[in-house]
């Protein structure tokens, strides 16, 4: 997906030869409302898989990447641990937060919200800590391009459209909104099915 | 039918005066919309198809695969060596094998993460080509001349995909009865070339099925112009 391309078809569907002839809108306010439209459409479905690496780790927890989704699993070593809630750690070991072995067994996801992992046992030898995630996409730029399916094109650029659309809100406007949601909302349930759910 | 054919035929259907000095609808804005009703009609039907390479390196547990294939939807069908390999998911490959990132064997099979990635279990001791058959967008129309790459019979729909897109987006469609029907002949062309595929695909036991388009779903989408 190429940033500029998509706002330059947007600009074109808002009756525009180029973003300086827009009347209503600002290019930076495109921008904005692609970018925000980007980050949602990479919450519903699942477009980008990172690794996040941690080399010589041996510590009780693990700040998550920050543009981490939901989790897929979470390795050590090479070796995927079992994933835990609190609530099962706390009817195994009334110990568990501070239990120590060479090498840890479980990954809890939730105990510190969704943006820190916890280790059991915790781990007194240094590994390699590593999280598979679901990602969401940066923020781009007019010179900026994401390798992501040629959908997440099409979903963009109809989201980014409605949301200009609904700036103003009334007549043809929300009915081109109307339409462009719609259509995207097609293309997106496609997308789950064929990609998963990003949450 | 050619871009070119193509978008004359778009504008036809808009009733867009091309000899006109003033142009509410540009070429650019038809060649717009006709790329996106591809797009679109691929990613319904998953009509499009080629081989692909991607190179796993030695102890890879999974290699991104879009900057090697940027038009790849989904894989149908993945070999190694010559040897088809079964498609899993991440999550049923490590319950077979916790370690399997650290144990070298002949591959068996292979996991799509995400959209972008793809797994190869067991992990492999040394660099392996990955063949991959897969569903993909057809190449972008970027000169008049070029031809859409799905079969001949739809591109009448494409046309009616581009025209319903130029009134939805850019003139708000609603009470446009006509752009209604052009959007209900885009479906059903998607419907039936994705029943199609879908038949045929079990017939190659391949393991990719387009997708189905709600009722709702399209329902909604026809409200929008009414």
């Known amino acids: 997906m190429i940033a500029a391309s998509v706002i330059a078809e947007v600009v074109s569907m808002l009756h525009a030869a180029s973003a300086a002839d827009l009347v209503n809108w600002t290019e930076a306010e495109l921008y904005g409302y692609m970018n925000r439209q980007l980050q949602f459409a990479h919450a519903r479905a699942n477009y980008l898989t990172q690794v996040q690496t941690l080399a010589g780790f041996s510590a009780a927890t693990a700040n998550l990447a920050a543009d981490q989704v939901s989790i897929i699993e979470v390795v050590w070593n090479g070796k995927v641990l079992l994933r835990r809630t609190v609530s099962q750690m706390d009817s195994l070991s009334a110990t568990w937060e501070t239990d120590m072995e060479d090498e840890p067994v479980a990954a809890i996801y939730e105990q510190q919200g969704s943006s820190i992992i916890r280790l059991s046992p915790i781990p007194a030898l240094a590994g390699t800590l590593e999280i598979v995630y679901r990602a969401t996409a940066p923020t781009l730029a007019a010179v900026n391009s994401l390798a992501v399916p040629q959908c997440v094109d099409v979903i963009v650029t109809l989201r980014t459209l409605a949301d200009a659309n609904l700036k103003d809100g009334r007549w043809q406007f929300e009915e081109s909104a109307s339409f462009a949601n719609a259509l995207a909302d097609i293309m997106e349930s496609a997308a789950k099915i064929y990609y998963g759910e990003a949450a | ?226």
């Open chain 2, 1 to 226: 039918m050619t871009r070119a054919e193509l978008r004359a035929k778009t504008l036809g259907f808009v009733e867009e005066d091309t000899a006109q000095t003033f142009r509410y609808i540009s070429d650019t804005d038809a060649n717009n919309a006709i790329s996106m009703a591809l797009r679109i009609f691929c990613f319904l039907t998953l009509c499009s198809e080629t081989t692909g390479t991607v190179v796993l390196l030695a102890g890879e547990a999974h290699t991104l695969i879009l900057e090697d294939l940027p038009n790849l939807i989904l894989p149908l069908r993945v070999t190694v060596g010559g040897t088809l390999l079964y498609r899993s998911s991440l999550e049923r490959i490590s319950a077979l094998a916790s370690g399997w990132r650290n144990d070298p064997n002949p591959p068996e099979r292979y996991a799509m993460a995400g959209a972008n990635a793809i797994a190869i279990h067991p992990i492999q001791s040394s660099a392996v080509v990955v063949t991959i058959t897969y569903t993909r967008f057809a190449p972008a129309l970027t000169a008049d001349g070029h031809v859409p790459d799905i079969p001949t019979e739809d591109h009448d729909f494409i046309a009616e995909g581009a025209a319903a897109i130029i009134v939805g987006t850019k003139l708000g469609g609603q009470g446009d009865a006509i752009a209604e029907q052009r959007l209900k002949n885009f479906f059903t062309g998607i419907k039936r070339r994705a029943d199609w595929v879908r038949e045929r695909n079990k017939m190659n036991r391949f393991e990719a099925m387009p997708a189905e388009v709600s009722k709702e779903a399209l329902k909604k989408l026809l409200e929008s112009f009414k």
